[in-house]
């Protein structure tokens, strides 16, 4: 897990998030034969395309396996996602496996406060043996200062061979919950 994210200018991508506007036009998507998205389209990067949702290609640039859980962060809850993992497994290659993550950018600590909670009762109601859900607060490196990001990281309690037979089905019922409590709450209180 890395202890800090880096990003060049989140100020502006954030405004452009928040007034519709669209991403880089030389963004292109690469994937690797794992499956990875990144600017590389290889297993070992880990840098990648910050793509603002009112990008007509933003669902492109989501991982398969984290897309669902990604969409319902954005679309639901409007908050602002700057990365994401679906996790990968490579038992045949000399590589780490990594693990499923998404980062979000909260707008105010009113907001992060929001995010983390919610974050707190998925990660109360969703058990399983073989995946742990990690949520902590990460300083999002810009430049010259630093911002308060949000980590929803999901870990292996049992193994990476257990961790991804159950991913799916887990990351299936967090998104799930995450639904539900959108539906709970007020237009109000997930408004940026």
Same mark, same amino acid.
């Given at each position: ?45 880990? %840098? ?6 009112? @990008?007509?290609?933003? $669902? !492109?640039?989501? #991982?398969?396996? =984290? ?48 995010? %983390? ?6 990660? @109360?109601?969703?058990? $399983? !043996?073989?995946? #742990?859900?990690? =949520? ?14 949000i980590?929803?990281?999901?870990l ?28 709970r ?6 408004k940026?």
């Amino acid at each position: 897990m890395s202890e800090k994210n880096q990003m060049t200018n989140l100020d502006a991508f954030c405004r452009t998030w928040d007034n519709a506007g669209t991403s880089a036009s030389e963004a292109t998507i690469l994937r690797s034969e794992f499956g990875n998205i990144n600017l590389q389209g290889s297993p070992l990067s880990q %840098a990648s395309w910050n793509i603002v949702r009112s @990008d007509p290609r933003f $669902s !492109e640039f989501l #991982e398969d396996g =984290i897309k669902e859980l990604v969409l319902v962060l954005t679309d639901d809850f409007k908050w602002i996602t700057y990365s994401s993992c679906e996790g990968h497994f490579y038992p045949d290659e000399d590589i780490p496996p990594r693990r499923r993550s998404v980062s979000i950018a909260p707008r105010s600590l009113q907001e992060a406060a929001r995010i %983390a909670g919610v974050l707190q009762f998925v990660k @109360d109601t969703v058990r $399983s !043996e073989h995946v #742990e859900f990690l =949520i902590r607060a990460i300083p999002i490196v810009d430049e010259s200062r630093h911002h308060l990001g949000i980590e929803l990281d999901l870990l292996p309690k049992s193994g990476w061979a257990n961790y991804f037979d159950n991913l799916h089905a887990v990351t299936t019922e967090a998104t799930d919950t995450l639904r539900m409590v959108r539906q709970r709450l007020s237009v109000d209180s997930v408004k940026p």
